[in-house]
Each structure stands twice: as C-alpha cells, then as structure tokens.
C-alpha cells in the first residue's frame, strides 16, 4: 500500500505564493502519473494539475494554467505544485493522488489519497 502526505498550505494574501509538496510512501510511485485536485465544502473534488511518470508531460485546468506549476521528484518520491498569482477562488484544500488507469483528468481515475492541505487567499 502507498500513502501521500501533503504539506505547504497555509493562509496567503491574494496575489502572493505558496508551494504545496507531496511525499509518497510505502511503494515506489516513479512509474505512475500523479495530480493535485481542490475541493471546497459542499462541492466536488476539481482536478488542478497533473504530470506524467516521466515528467515530461503536464496538464492543469483552465483556471491555473499560467499561475501554477506541477513538477516531481522521483529520485525523493515527491510532487510539488508551485502556486503563483494566487486568488480568493483558489480556496480549497488541496489533495495529491496516485492516477491508477493513466487517464488524468477524473478523481476517479486516482487513488492512494492523501489527508490534504489547507489553502487559503485572502483578499
């Protein structure tokens, strides 16, 4: 079994930064693809960011591509999402998983769910 531990939110002026880092554990996840996905209370988890096994591909929604960045480390077995230009509506916490069948985009494609961290822009 594997487990994702999230670190790096916290309380952050509108416009300001913050890097949100994930540690995987328990199994080498190098050959997997991994994201980040938000959620707020009384909504869905929304799909942010996510990158290949390789690290050579990236994908983001809409509403962060330009203001964040993915990357990974799997010589540490870590994920990072680079947050720039934050906003009130980035608000969420923020989770990091493992995508099982490849496909990048559904939380259902991903499992191996962290506990998540707390991100919040105030205005």
């Known amino acids: 079994q594997g487990r994702m531990v999230e670190s790096g939110g916290g309380l952050v002026q509108a416009g300001g930064s913050l890097r949100l880092s994930c540690a995987a554990s328990?199994?080498?996840?190098?050959?997997?693809?991994m994201g980040w996905f938000r959620q707020t209370p009384g909504k869905e988890r929304e799909f942010v960011a996510a990158i290949s096994w390789s690290g050579g591909s990236t994908y983001y929604s809409d509403s962060v591509k330009g203001r964040f960045t993915i990357s990974r480390d799997n010589d540490e077995n870590m994920v990072y999402l680079q947050m720039n230009s934050l906003k009130p509506e980035d608000t969420a916490a923020y989770y990091c998983a493992v995508s099982i069948s490849g496909r990048v985009r559904d939380a259902a494609d991903y499992a191996y769910w962290g506990q998540g961290t707390q991100v919040t822009v105030s205005s």
């Open positions: 328990g199994r080498i996840w190098s050959t997997y693809a």
